[in-house]
């Protein structure tokens, strides 16, 4: 599988982006789908994840009800529509896949996407 991340911008404060990321090689339907992002610090943070097998969908406390994660298994892709954008959501942004169940954990995930940098202004 190949992902491919897309979408990423320079914005000003409160305005929206959505980041795309979409699969080659295999169809992802039934793995579990993630964006995790990474600022200054050394390590992926998972910002939000819809499982495979519910579809059931997790956002790190930071992003709650500003960013929505989406599938769409006919197109490969998955979707991070992110509204309201904070200084503090600047960061490279990765999609990530992998077999089974949601998990909040980098190591967990077998596929990732190159990262797309979003930035934050104020």
């Known amino acids: 599988v190949q992902l491919q991340a897309s979408g990423g911008g320079f914005v000003q404060i409160g305005n929206s982006l959505r980041l795309s990321c979409a699969a080659s090689?295999?169809?992802?339907?039934?793995?579990?789908l993630a964006w995790f992002r990474q600022g200054s610090g050394p390590e992926r943070e998972i910002v939000s994840g819809i499982s495979g097998p519910t579809e059931r969908t997790y956002y790190t406390n930071s992003v709650k009800g500003r960013f929505t994660i989406s599938r769409d298994n006919a197109e490969n892709t998955v979707y991070l529509q992110m509204n309201s954008l904070k200084p503090e959501d600047t960061a490279v942004y990765y999609c990530?896949?992998?077999?089974?169940?949601?998990?909040?954990?980098?190591?967990?995930?077998?596929?990732w996407g190159q990262g797309t940098q979003v930035t934050v202004s104020s």
């Open positions: 990530a896949a992998r077999s089974g169940g949601y998990s909040y954990r980098a190591a967990d995930y077998e596929y």
């Open positions: 090689g295999r169809t992802f339907s039934g793995y579990s």
